[in-house]
């Protein structure tokens, strides 16, 4: 008798109660098109305003409204669009919706590519003049955050020359993309089933997660091979990326790659420095985790590839779609009455797509946009823990969008990624401080624990490392040292010495490993994983501990979308990442956690 096989039903046989309903972005396609034609005639109006920007404050305020008003209802386009295109990649007639909806953003984008320059053309006099006049008051803080950039513009000629070499500037990640993901092969391994699985990025996290260390071990093995044969063209694949950076960096007339990157959020280096400086000062208790992993998995040595599995075997449990909700709930009401609700109504109703089906995403995400709900795409499983954290991470982001629309106008409501990893992250410390709180063994409670000091691990301490590389190869290349194979595996495996301790032992391929990490072609940008979980492990002590004014801090932070810097939203939320205070709470933390798991064990 031939096993039935459980496939993933078609989109259309999919339950409408499991669905997200989008009809607080347009009630049908219909709805859609009609919309979309209205707001593509819209384009010509731009030309009302060009070379006009200058005559006067009224002129300059309706150019904004009406830009701002187009990319409002662009946006709602859009994210119909692409919510639409997630539900089934192979359904051309979303494909086609999406494509027709970036065409004609693009065409806006070029006939409003001469707001820009021509506000900074402005002189300073006439600019503060308009600045102070009541006719531009809501669209004041926009223009003070564009005018930052004057003097880091460069003339219409160098600007033109800067923009055509936009295509070429992505060769050095295109290079790495197609090696890693098209030309390497990695062949098969057993597994510990015995079944013969492709070895490949994908599965390679997996194989490290195998409860047999020789598949671990061979896994990891065959899997650098790869990177070592091509190290030299992966290396100046890097080495051209991180010049890139110092090129665009220069030419701007930023002091540095890493202080380009910080102007946009108004980020200070110290804030960078400051996370290293604390990450090393808590090391010692990263070398006492390591070494209580290899007492508890009794090995004689440790390895990298023995430290992704978990110590314990992972619980059997089982939440459908309603006790997940209900668990996320429970746990985020020291957020209110209030946040907790609009929540609960949004899960149980139709915020979320809730199951896989053929066609549909991979992976998890938040959606929010200005007119519409704040939509969440899961595959959920209810067999997976870690699915019900994702959905506490989800709807940590979409509950920071619902409050930004509703208490910031358009252009100051959109949150920097700067800020949306301390959202999200604060429901999923909440979600594991009460199930924490709540184990009904020891063993489950050393389970969530090793869970979340893996999480803390992977987040802050090892984003902080990729982060200190990051660092040292842009300052070599800014002193004029080339980026050689041998100097770049050399500066990786001396901050592996330094991150694992002197009782890890290294493999001499875990030097290559610099050669895999995509982040590195999107350089200064790991260091916000870091920052956004230790600020929000140390907004969670402070409204956990504390009572309605705290409550208050935090939910302002997420009223604020973006109608101030990152920095300041942090501190009216009560804390302040330009010291050290929050990283260094976060890190106690996990000290904490590490000596609770090794008394446990």
């Known amino acids: 008798m ?21 009809e607080s972005l347009f009630a049908s396609d219909t709805a859609w098109e009609t919309a979309f034609k209205k707001w593509e005639k819209q384009i010509d109006r731009y030309e009302d305003y060009r070379g006009k920007l200058g005559d006067d ?8 409204k009406f830009d701002t008003e187009f990319e409002r209802a662009g946006e709602k386009l859009g994210t119909y669009a692409f919510l639409k295109t997630t539900e089934d990649m192979a359904n051309s007639t979303y494909q ?16 409003a590519s001469y707001i820009r320059p021509e506000i900074m053309d402005i002189p300073e006099a006439t600019m503060q003049k308009f600045l102070a006049s009541k006719v531009l008051a809501e669209f004041k803080l926009l223009l003070e955050q564009l005018l930052r950039y004057k003097a880091h513009t460069l003339n219409k000629g160098e600007e033109k020359l800067l923009a055509m070499q936009a295509e070429m500037s992505d060769a050095a990640n295109q290079i790495f993309r197609q090696l890693t993901d098209a030309d390497m092969k990695w062949g098969t391994i ?41 190290e030299n063209t992966l290396a100046a694949a890097l080495s051209g990326s991180v010049q890139r950076d110092v090129y665009y960096a220069r030419a701007r007339n930023y002091p540095s790659a890493l202080e380009a990157s910080l102007f946009h959020d108004k980020v200070p280096a110290s804030v960078v420095t400051n996370l290293i400086g604390s990450v090393h000062k808590h090391l010692p208790a990263l070398y006492r985790y390591y070494d209580l992993r290899r007492r508890k998995m009794e090995l004689r040595d440790i390895h990298h590839y023995d430290t992704y599995v978990p110590i314990l075997s992972e619980l059997k449990s089982k939440h459908t779609w309603q006790q997940a909700v209900k668990l996320v709930i429970k746990a985020i009401e020291p957020l209110g009455s209030e ?28 959606c929010g946009s200005f007119d519409g ?22 709807a940590g982001h979409s509950m920071h969008s619902h409050y930004s629309a509703k208490h910031q106008p358009f252009q100051y409501y959109n949150y920097t990624i700067f800020v949306a990893e301390v959202a999200s992250t604060f429901n999923e410390q909440l979600l594991a401080r009460h199930m924490m709180k709540n184990a009904k063994s020891d ?26 590389f990051e660092g040292v190869t842009h300052a070599l290349a800014e002193a004029g040292e080339p980026l050689t194979v041998e100097r770049i595996k050399s500066e990786y495996r001396k901050l592996l010495e330094q991150y694992f301790g002197p009782d890890f032992t290294l493999d001499d391929e875990l030097s290559l490993e610099c050669l895999r990490i995509p982040h590195f072609y999107r350089a200064f940008y790991v260091y916000k994983y870091a920052t956004g979980l230790s600020a929000s492990i140390a907004l969670v002590e402070r409204v956990t ?40 709470t976060a890190l106690d933390y996990f000290e904490r956690l590490v000596g609770e798991l090794d008394e446990l064990l």
């Open 57 to 64: 404050a009224k002129t300059l305020a309706a150019c904004l």
């Open 96 to 111: 086609r919706m999406q494509g027709r909806y970036r065409n004609v953003a693009s065409r806006a984008g070029q006939a």
């Open 190 to 230: 057993k597994n510990e089933r015995g079944e013969l699985v492709e070895l490949s990025n994908s599965t390679f996290s997996s194989f490290l997660q195998s409860p047999d260390r020789k598949v671990r071990k061979k896994a990891f093995h065959e899997y650098y091979t790869q990177f070592k044969s091509h």
């Open 443 to 468: 063993k489950e409670r050393a389970f969530l624990i090793n869970r979340e000091i893996d999480s803390i691990r992977g987040t802050i301490l090892r984003q902080t490392m990729f982060a200190e």
């Open 339 to 366: 946040y907790c609700g609009i929540l609960e109504r949004g899960l149980n109703g139709r915020w979320s797509d809730r199951y896989p089906n053929q066609g549909k995403q991979s992976g998890a995400f938040s």
């Open 373 to 394: 709900d704040p939509y969440i795409l899961m595959n959920y499983q209810p067999d997976v823990l870690d699915h019900v954290f994702t959905l506490a991470h989800e």
């Open 545 to 584: 501990n504390g009572g309605k004014t705290e409550l208050n801090d935090y939910l302002g932070f997420l009223k604020g979308g973006c109608s101030k810097y990152p920095l300041d939203l942090l501190r009216g939320a009560g804390v302040d990442m330009e010291q050290p205070t929050a990283v260094d």
């Open 2 to 22: 031939i096993a039935k096989v459980k496939t993933l039903p078609p989109r259309a046989k999919v339950k409408t109660e499991d669905t997200w309903d989008l």
